[in-house]
């Protein structure tokens, strides 16, 4: 490997255009030069292997994963922290059908990826060669659009024009698949040539018209709610939805995926809403009769039953993706557009706090106060709620926080307040287990200055623990804290609501040794059990300078709360306490 100083002349000669004849996997790598592309996650083989021949005379840093599955996420969290897109290499075969819960978890979050997985020759394609897999057919629904190089001469375009598609327009993912006999051809490296694609022209700029629609419907509201997607985030529109909603002291909903678009802890932020949202948020989307939606698609976790949802309101939706516009929830004023230049126009518009306003917002924060998150604090046993907490207070907020899915997801999107853009980091819409923990070494490479948290079950992170090897080689300091109770912990949760408890494979009565898991990676290793302990595991988690696994065992049936069931509407909350 090269030094950093070497690196960069050497990425520098790449980007380089020159008439001299050079393989087709190095006009690969002149290409991600080109895009300023500072890491690349992947794993070798056989059929990708000119490729990493490159990769190790131009010393371009790589981070080797141990599972192709973790190298996938580990460049979702990268994307999802740098907004950039997350590049992938990995060999054809089993290397690339292993990247496919990536590539759909990427698609449905709308994470810009580039993933490029090596094919067998193409005299042999079609025949059942060793290690072929057609990953045009396997990823033509789960990507933004696929390519296969047939020649040489094509190979650089496409790559430029596979990094405009994933970040413009909807962002996510590309996935370019690479013969191995194209990567060992020689052929003229060029990029100049601009990008043109006639059936893919995004539409950014929002209709000015449908804009003043959408300022007059506010203005004619007496119950108006801003919901807030990922969208916002994608844009890097955060600033303008921040000064939007000061300037007119609208209640503001979060996704999911929207936390930390508009500060979490700001008076304005009702929340997050849906299936385990706080009580202000969801009777505000029930009970508005205006509603704002900027960057979210509609999707069933948040709107449960379609005929409940925000029964009462009007409804404008501002997204990039026309076709996310009516697919769930009809829009009386579709916008489609780029949501930091629909809150720019919105912005330049004759915006202030409205008197006929004031008994809502009033009435909003009345619900804030009255119905918070709550829990029983147990004088022995650990709940995962306040351990939520105390790892928000320990680290004032400032952490970039990644999760898998299920309970511990829930509870960190409801007790960890995300006042900033792009620190939470989470599987949306395909809820992977297994994503958290290689994400947050994506997102720890991406921001090294910051602390990075893998909030995780202790099934989820069974799934992808390999990665530890990585935290191991390269001393990254990632947190990993195992949220342990010993179950599958959302599956229990609704078998014990839906199923007459019954408990169908979702208890663990046997589980390994975690910390001798952490050991055996030379990674310190601290575990909690009593409450009493838990403020002095946290500090000597966060003391140490390198990376840690913390399992933190919590009560074991403890539920996540408040909860719409199935069939419900936002207005029938289970789990609802008054203050």
Known sequence: MLHASEQAEEQNKATKETNEPCTGAEILLRSLAKE??????????????????????????????????????????????????????VTSGPGATNVVTGIADAMIDSLPLVVIT???????????????????????????????IRSIEELSQTVKEA?????????????????????QQMGVFTYDKPVYLPGYQPNARPNKQQIRKVLESFREAKKPVLLAGAGVLHAKASEELTSFVEQTKIPLVST???????????????????????????????????????????????????????PNAKIAHIDIDPAEIGKNIPAEIPVVGDAKA?????????????????????????????FPLWYKLDKEVIKPQELIERLYEHTDGEA???TDVGQHQMWAAQYFSFNKPNRWITSGGLGTMGFGFPAAIGAQIAEPELPVIAITGDAGFQMTLQEMSILQELQLPVKIVIVNNASLGMVRQWQQLFHGERYSHSLFPVQPNFSKLAEAYDIKAIKVEKRSKL???????????????????????????????????HHCMEGVEPL
């Open 36 to 89: 300023q592309v500072d890491v690349i996650f992947g794993y070798p083989g056989g059929a990708i292997l000119p490729t990493y021949d490159e990769i190790y005379k131009l010393g371009i840093n790589h981070i080797l994963a141990r599972h192709e599955q973790g190298a996938i996420h580990a460049a979702e969290g990268y994307a999802r922290v740098t907004g950039k897109p997350g590049v992938c290499i």
């Open 118 to 148: 090596g094919q067998v020759g193409t005299k042999v394609i079609g025949t059942d060669a060793f290690q072929e897999a057609d990953m045009l057919g396997i990823t033509m629904p789960i990507t933004k659009h696929n390519y296969q």
């Open 163 to 183: 990094f405009h598609i994933a970040q413009s327009g909807r962002p996510g993912p590309v996935l370019i698949d690479l013969p191995k006999d194209i990567s």
């Open 256 to 310: 999911l995926l929207g936390l930390g678009s508009y500060p979490g802890n700001n008076e304005n932020h009702l929340g997050m809403g849906g299936m385990h949202g706080t009580y202000a948020a969801n009777m505000a989307l029930h009970e508005a009769d205006f509603l704002l939606n900027i960057g979210s698609r509609f999707d069933d976790r948040l709107t449960g039953v379609l005929e409940h949802f925000a």
């Open 342 to 370: 629909a809150l720019t126009l919105l912005l330049e518009g004759d915006i202030r706090p409205l008197e006929q306003h004031d008994q809502w917002r009033e009435r909003t924060q009345r619900w804030k106060k009255e």
């Open 400 to 402: 970039v926080v990644t």
């Open 535 to 569: 403020s002095e595991a946290i500090k000597e988690t966060f003391d140490h300078q390198g990376p840690v696994l913390l399992e933190v065992c919590v009560a074991k049936e403890e539920n996540v709360y408040p909860m719409i069931c199935p069939g419900q509407g």
